[in-house]
């Protein structure tokens, strides 16, 4: 069993910068790849970021692409997400993830509660 907790959203202006973080509970999350999802109102759940158990492979939505950034702290069981140039269409509340793989679809084992994300212009 895995515990995610997200912290770190809030607003901001267009152009500024937001670190998330999302601790793990649970000796095995080393073991676990980990993603970030968002959720706007009215909108799908989508894929953002995941990363592999080992932190060796990245990937990211193209909407994302250079300018959000994840990793992971296994010595912290911490996984972050930075997001800098933030745009409006960023606005959602932010999931983390925990699975076998670092796969773009939702299907990973535990979620966190969300954190919201706020892009003002």
Do not use: H
Request: net charge positive; hydrophobic share 30%; glycine share 12%.
């Amino acid at each position: 069993q895995v515990q995610l907790v997200e912290s770190g959203g809030g607003l901001v202006q267009a152009g500024g910068s937001l670190r998330l973080s999302c601790a793990a509970s649970g000796r095995t999350f080393s073991t676990y790849a980990m993603g970030w999802f968002r959720q706007a109102p009215g909108k799908e759940r989508e894929f953002v970021a995941a990363i592999s158990w080992s932190g060796g492979s990245l990937y990211y939505a193209d909407s994302v692409k250079g300018r959000f950034t994840i990793s992971r702290d296994s010595g912290k069981n911490t996984v972050y997400l930075q997001m800098n140039s933030l745009k409006p269409e960023d606005t959602a509340v932010y999931y983390c993830a925990a699975g076998p793989r670092p796969t773009r679809t939702v299907e990973y084992d535990y979620w966190g509660q969300g954190t919201q994300v706020t892009v003002s212009s």
